[in-house]
């Protein structure tokens, strides 16, 4: 691995979706109880699933692997809407081990697993939820730099998606459906920015095989944060001057739909 596990760090980074597999050669894997799930693409492997309390175990016998997908924060707080803390691992730990043992007879540990999905996310809470949708109209307005997709994420947010399987959601909290009612009455007007991320984590922000224990590093939660906020132009960091004017110009013909191209270059250039 390419990364340096460091725990400590301030940060103000949960960890929601996150899915975690393991090599499993099984030739006598009993499926009882388990749902069988057909492949959604020609050429994709068939598997089983099984839900147990707040964890989803899958097993594709063509890959002989095992798969658990879930939200850190919500197994551990009951609710993705209460941040998940590094301090909690154990908590995270015993739970997905417990689960597994509990449908397989034997053990399978975080350690020896590896991370195949990755959701990392901010809240930021605002004083009203009329200036947090204003939030979430900038989001909409800012343009796109760079080669991705970008579309309305429901009426409240704003989405953003990479071929890599890079995905940027910035969205009101308080609008998720999925929310129980007990805590939207409760929840401050919250903007999420969530990254997520599949394969492109893996293979190119962090490394090719990383161990479920980043659950426990923040440090890298951080560094994985960051480099998908700058991918997506989102970082604050200093653009290129080809990126930074084409930026510019892009936001003026948004503000001055009426004005000729030559005027708006003219304007690009007085700002710059």
Known sequence: MNYIMTRYVETDLTVDTVTL?????????????????????????????????????????HWNMLMTSFSASKIVNGCNAIPYTNNQYDL????????????????????????????????????????????????????????????PYGDNG?????????????????EDPALPDEIKRILPPTV??????????????????????????PAIWKQFYDATLDKFKLGGTILNFKDY????????????????YSTIIKKVHTLI
């Open 158 to 174: 704003d989405y953003r998606r990479m071929k890599t399987g890079l995905v940027l959601k910035i969205y009101l909290k308080n």
């Open 245 to 260: 004017k084409n930026a510019v110009q892009t936001i003026l013909q948004f503000e001055y739909p009426n004005n000729r």
């Open 21 to 61: 597999q393991w090599t499993y050669y099984r030739t006598d894997f009993n499926i009882t109880g388990w749902k069988y799930n057909p492949p959604k693409k020609k050429g994709k492997p068939d598997s089983y699933y099984k839900k147990v309390n707040d964890v989803v175990l899958v097993y594709l016998p």
């Open 192 to 217: 999420r920015i969530e990254t997520e991320c599949r394969k492109y984590f893996r293979k190119k922000l962090i490394g090719k095989q990383v161990s479920g224990e980043i659950l426990k590093y």
């Open 92 to 151: 995270v730990k015993e739970k997905i081990e417990q689960a597994i043992q509990s449908e397989l007879g034997h053990h399978l540990y975080i350690e020896s697993s590896y991370i195949s999905r990755f959701d990392v996310n901010k809240n930021i809470e605002f004083p009203s939820i009329e200036e947090a949708k204003e939030f979430i109209k900038w989001a909409q307005k800012h343009p796109v730099i760079g080669k991705y997709i970008k579309n």
